[in-house]
């Protein structure tokens, strides 16, 4: 069974500092998909990374998947209230057609 | 923007009753999914879809559970006789190809008495 980690689970920062969530996991996967969700709502897609060291940036945020493809991180820089969120990682392994979803992290940020 | 829409927001049933929850997946996509999301924990995969079969389901997709393409837009999900267990978000998902990115629709609350 592939596990997908995220830390941390909770995160409360104040607007305009810098913050980093990471997922790992065991297993390597083929691609790895970043969401956001907001309560009673569905995930929302933010990026999709797929070659080892690949980096991605959407505008504050940037996402790194690991070399070995077995772990990710999101970076966002100058967080706003904005970001408040659930973020989720969710890795394909290649072989089926199914996503794995991380354990979230909830990320707060007040002014 | 394409995106995925589901049908109801929110459906209350009791035990034993059958619900069928519905999606319309982004119209050029080809594979299609269920997942479902109890409160306060993970997003779990439940079924998923290509060319008029199930191509892989997980444990929590027993007999209970099924899946059709009715028509050319819409795809659905029945469970036959709900459990309380059952209470959860349920969400339909569709992608382009196998390993493409995955669109989520906004999910079925669905509340078992």
């Known amino acids: 069974t592939q596990l997908l980690e995220q830390s941390p689970q909770f995160l409360s920062i104040q607007e305009g500092e810098n913050l980093t969530v990471y997922c790992n996991s065991s297993?390597?996967?083929?691609?790895l998909q970043w969401y956001r969700q907001e309560p009673g709502e569905g995930p929302v897609l933010l990026v999709t990374?797929?070659?080892?060291?690949e980096v991605k940036k959407l505008k504050r945020l940037t996402f790194q998947f690991g070399d070995a493809r077995k772990d990710s991180s999101l970076h966002i820089t100058a967080a706003q209230t904005g970001d408040t969120g659930l973020y989720l990682c969710?890795?394909?392994?290649?072989?089926?057609?199914?996503?794995?979803f991380g354990t979230g992290t909830r990320l707060q940020v007040t002014l | 923007e394409p995106e995925v829409t589901q049908t109801p927001s929110h459906q209350v049933t009791q035990m034993g009753q059958e619900v069928i929850l519905r999606c319309v997946p982004i119209?050029?996509?080809?594979?299609f999914y269920w997942y479902r999301q109890i409160l306060g924990q993970k997003v779990e995969f439940l079924v998923s879809?290509?060319?008029?079969?199930?191509?892989?389901k997980s444990e929590i997709f027993d007999d209970q559970f099924s899946v059709e393409r009715p028509d050319g837009s819409n795809f659905t999900l029945k469970i036959r006789s709900t459990k309380l267990e059952d209470s959860a978000m349920y969400f339909c998902?569709?992608?382009?190809?196998?390993?493409?990115?995955?669109?989520f629709g906004p999910g079925t609350r669905l509340t078992v008495t």
């Open positions: 998902a569709s992608s382009a190809r196998l390993g493409s990115e995955q669109y």
């Open positions: 297993s390597v996967f083929s691609s």
């Open positions: 990374v797929v070659t080892g060291g």
């Open positions: 969710a890795g394909d392994p290649g072989t089926a057609s199914k996503l794995t």
């Open positions: 119209s050029n996509h080809l594979y």
């Open positions: 879809f290509y060319n008029n079969e199930i191509s892989e």
